[in-house]
């Protein structure tokens, strides 16, 4: 029998997660297969309760459930780091049908900074977001050694180390990385863009820019014009992915072969293709 795991989010069809998991399913021969699992927010919880029962085996999770994923009733066990972030990207069904919880997008971020020879230690990080995504960067950036993290939030008021978008003329000269966890240019809406147009942006700091569909944000292309090193989000979203793939089937996944199918599948949704089943 198929073992079927899936993404669920609202809206969840732009996603390459089913081509990047079934294509190492089948390098594996692993009989397995990656759903796209629409829920509004309204619908999260009898959705979740409503796929475990008909044999799921494990989620991600995404916007906007990262948090609301921690309060599901079948929880039983919470990561560490998906506890300290308040938010979990990754399920999996335990044998006894409840959940554990953990959060993937913390490590995948580091590890493709890491990949990407972007170091964290001793930098001063501006964090642009303050969802579920930036926490998580924001975990990873102090686990990294990070000297300053400034989350940058359209409502800083009372929020600890935030700043609002007012500050940024102030604080992006010294600035080492910046990384955006707002949606502000995903596609359709590529014209967007989160940095305010009267302000510099950096050219000696590193962009990180968490979006992966379009490959290039507006963003990006900015901070390229401006000198600035930039890294966009699709080694993050495979990474995370390797590691919730490994939390579910118990086998590392071939990284390069999710990474090559997802980038397959960006290349289709860009010359107007159907890549999701």
Excluded at 3 to 13: C, D, F
Excluded at 28 to 41: F, I, N, R, S
Excluded at 161 to 180: C, E, H, I, K, T
Aim: aromatic share 6%; with cysteine; glycine share 12%.
């Amino acid at each position: 029998m198929t073992e079927r795991v899936g993404l669920i989010g609202w809206p969840v069809a732009h996603s390459v997660s089913p081509a990047m998991h079934n294509a190492a399913f089948g390098a594996l021969g692993l009989d397995w297969q990656y759903d796209l699992l629409p829920a509004p927010p309204e619908r999260f919880a009898a959705a979740v309760a409503a796929w475990v029962a008909a044999g799921y085996r494990g989620f991600n999770v995404t916007i906007p459930h990262k948090g609301a994923a921690l309060r599901l009733p079948q929880v039983r066990a919470i990561s560490p780091a998906a506890e300290a972030i308040g938010a979990a990207n990754t399920l999996t069904v335990e044998p006894d049908g409840s959940l554990a919880a953990d959060n993937t997008d913390w490590r995948g971020f580091a590890d493709d900074l890491a990949a990407d020879g972007i170091a964290v230690e001793g930098a001063r990080c501006l964090v642009l977001g303050t969802g579920g995504s930036a926490r998580a960067v924001i975990y990873a950036l102090r686990a990294g050694g990070a000297a300053a993290i400034t989350a940058i939030s359209r409502e800083p008021g009372g929020r600890d180390g935030a700043a609002g978008y007012g500050d940024l003329a102030r604080l992006a000269p010294s600035a080492d990385l910046v990384v955006n966890c707002t949606p502000a240019g995903m596609s359709p809406d590529v014209a967007a863009s989160p940095w305010p147009e009267d302000v510099p942006f950096p050219g000696g700091a590193a962009l990180v820019d968490l979006i992966y569909n379009p490959p290039v944000t507006r963003l990006m292309a900015d901070a390229q014009a401006a000198g600035a090193r930039t890294v966009g989000g699709l080694g993050m979203l495979v990474r995370q992915g390797a590691l919730a793939f490994e939390r579910w089937t118990g086998i590392a996944p071939p990284l390069a072969i999710m990474l090559e199918a997802a980038r397959h599948a960006l290349q289709q949704v860009h010359h107007g293709e159907d890549t999701q089943p």
